[in-house]
């Protein structure tokens, strides 16, 4: 049987500048990774060429891709009117000459202005010869970076024919994404950093799968991470084959399309089952880290978020295999902890089996503590603390925290903990004083600088957990954590429903790390610390 072919549509090769060392980079990693998550091939720009000089990177990408059948060049371009980089038409013959498939352009970081006077040539050259155009919008909200909504539209409105790739959508883009895509079939647009929850399912339904395309946004972030989330997507194996790489190879008009790897030998029963899409059965699977709304209440100011409820998070969950999801409410983090903390309740009733709750309390709020918290904690069953710095500014070890977490370190409970202004002070002074509460520090994937200073602090600290959730999906970060603190020490949560878990899950399941290593983080862990709390 052969295999779905995965064709990344956003990948890079190179150093960065602004990158931690232990990220991985090379070449040799990048095709590692392809082969263990079995994508079959990747378009690849430089990094050199995106941060200071295109002829330099784009040589360096043909080298490569020469030597490596699986890649496929994509080459950064500029402005021709200084006359320092060929003339348009020159460049369209080098293209063609030289077989790349795409080019990509940054105007912000490069200092341009996206209008019809600086580009319109190039457009409709590229247009002409049917080369496709790649752009970021919105990685991590840098105005070097992403370009506006408006000049997505402006290219595509007055360029018709041009294929145009959007790179890099954040999460909470569906609302103005949706009308776009519906109104401009030549934009396309990968998931890798667009992990909004269902937002797969949700644009098959609305658009159909044509206009939608598999990406990675390799080095940076995990490849398992992205092809989980089209492998587990809940839509026909049709859509699922033209998201994987049918519509690139279509665009990209590729005559050569990259071999099949080999039978699947590995002994990693988790890794088989992530490369089928099939659900983790034979364990006990725990998502850490999630956050609800009230019961068939799916509006958010923020970003859509459907089936957004602690019912829809459960049934989310399902579909790789996690049995017991733990969850504190939108509105009490967010807004209202009194309530949140209903919602809660009202959550643990529905799914008793299924759910365990995060109990919330703004401090400058709470007037009676040993009745809310033998409310929350002894009659609705909650078992987890969610402080959170974000919205409140009070630091986590401010004395008025105290009878909470004295609470809590007599009945064991556990405390998912936000970072903070000094995050690293403040669980320091909280693990030492409440040696009993298990606290799992959130996000501690986002980034090695950000895993750094939480694995210092798990180092000192038995009481201290790795909680890996981020949209970054840190490519390798896993292992080094694992690297630093043993498995052990590692806990899985997806932030579900703000974003799809199945990327949070598939960066877990395609780590390169052993399957008793990726069992001990997706559950056994988070149950030794369920197993302690003193409360039921």
């Known amino acids: 049987m052969s295999q779905i072919k995965f064709i990344d549509s956003y990948a890079s090769i190179g150093k960065w500048w602004d990158k931690d060392p232990d990220h ?65 038409a020159q460049l369209i013959r080098e293209i063609k000459d030289k077989n790349v498939k795409a080019v990509k352009i940054f105007p912000r970081l490069h200092r341009y202005p996206l209008d019809e006077r600086t580009l319109g040539n190039l457009f409709r050259a590229l247009e002409e010869a049917e080369i496709p155009l790649m752009i970021d919008n919105g990685e991590a909200n840098t105005d070097f970076v992403q370009i506006s909504w408006n000049e997505v539209g402006w290219i595509c409105q007055n360029y018709p024919n041009l294929k145009v790739i959007l790179h890099s959508v954040r999460w909470e883009a569906t609302r103005t994404l949706l009308p776009i895509l519906k109104e401009f079939p030549n934009l396309f647009v990968e998931f890798s950093n667009y992990q909004a929850n269902r937002i797969v399912e949700f644009l098959v339904e609305q658009v159909g799968a044509d206009q939608l395309l598999f990406g990675t946004q390799m080095m940076l ?22 998201i994987a790489g049918e519509n690139l190879i279509r665009i990209l008009k590729l005559e050569k399309i990259p071999e099949d790897y080999p039978d699947d030998l590995t002994g990693d029963k988790i890794l088989q089952k992530a490369r089928n899409g099939k659900p983790i059965d034979d364990m006990e699977v725990i998502d850490a880290h999630a956050h609800h709304y009230p019961k068939d209440h799916f509006d958010n100011a923020i970003a859509f978020m459907p089936e957004s409820d602690a019912a829809g998070i459960v049934d989310r969950n399902k579909r790789i295999g996690v049995n017991i999801t733990c969850s504190s409410p939108w509105i009490g983090i967010w807004s209202d902890w009194e309530l949140g903390n209903l919602n809660t309740r009202d959550a643990i009733q529905e799914l008793p089996d299924e759910f365990i709750g995060y109990a919330v309390f703004d401090p400058r709020y709470v007037r009676d ?30 004395l008025v925290y105290n009878k909470w977490y004295e609470y809590a370190n007599r009945n064991r409970l556990f405390s998912l903990m936000h970072y903070s202004d000094n995050f690293e002070h403040e669980m320091d002074d909280l693990a030492r004083r409440f040696p009993e509460i298990s606290f799992l520090l959130a996000h501690s994937g986002m980034s090695y600088e950000r895993a750094k200073k939480h694995i210092r602090l798990a180092k000192k600290f038995k ?74």
């Not at 590692?32 to 079995?38: I, P, S």
């Not at 988070?526 to 709390?533: A, E």
């Open 24 to 88: 991985p980079w090379t070449v040799e990693r990048m095709l590692k990774d392809m082969e263990r998550c079995q994508i079959h091939g990747a378009l690849i720009y430089s990094n050199l060429a995106k941060e200071l000089q295109p002829s330099v990177g784009n040589e360096e990408v043909i080298r490569v891709c020469q030597e490596n059948p699986r890649l496929i060049p994509v080459w950064v371009v500029l402005p021709d009117q200084c006359g320092d980089v060929p003339k348009t």
């Open 221 to 242: 972030k995990s490849p398992g991470a992205a092809k989980a989330f089209i492998n587990y997507a809940d839509i026909s194996e049709q859509d699922r084959q033209k």
């Open 369 to 398: 503590w040993e009745a809310e918290l033998k409310k929350c904690y002894e009659q609705w069953g909650m078992q987890g603390l969610k402080p959170y710095f974000p919205r409140n500014h009070i630091p986590y070890n401010d």
């Open 463 to 536: 009481n201290i957990f790795l909680e890996i959730t981020f949209t970054a999906v840190t490519n390798g970060i896993i292992e080094y954590m694992v690297d630093q603190v043993g498995a052990s020490r590692v806990i899985y949560g997806s932030d579900s429903a703000m974003r799809d878990p199945i990327p949070q899950f598939g960066w877990v399941v395609y780590a390169d790390i052993s399957e008793e290593e990726k069992r001990l983080i997706l559950g056994k862990n988070m149950r030794k610390i369920l197993d302690r709390v003193l409360l039921k």
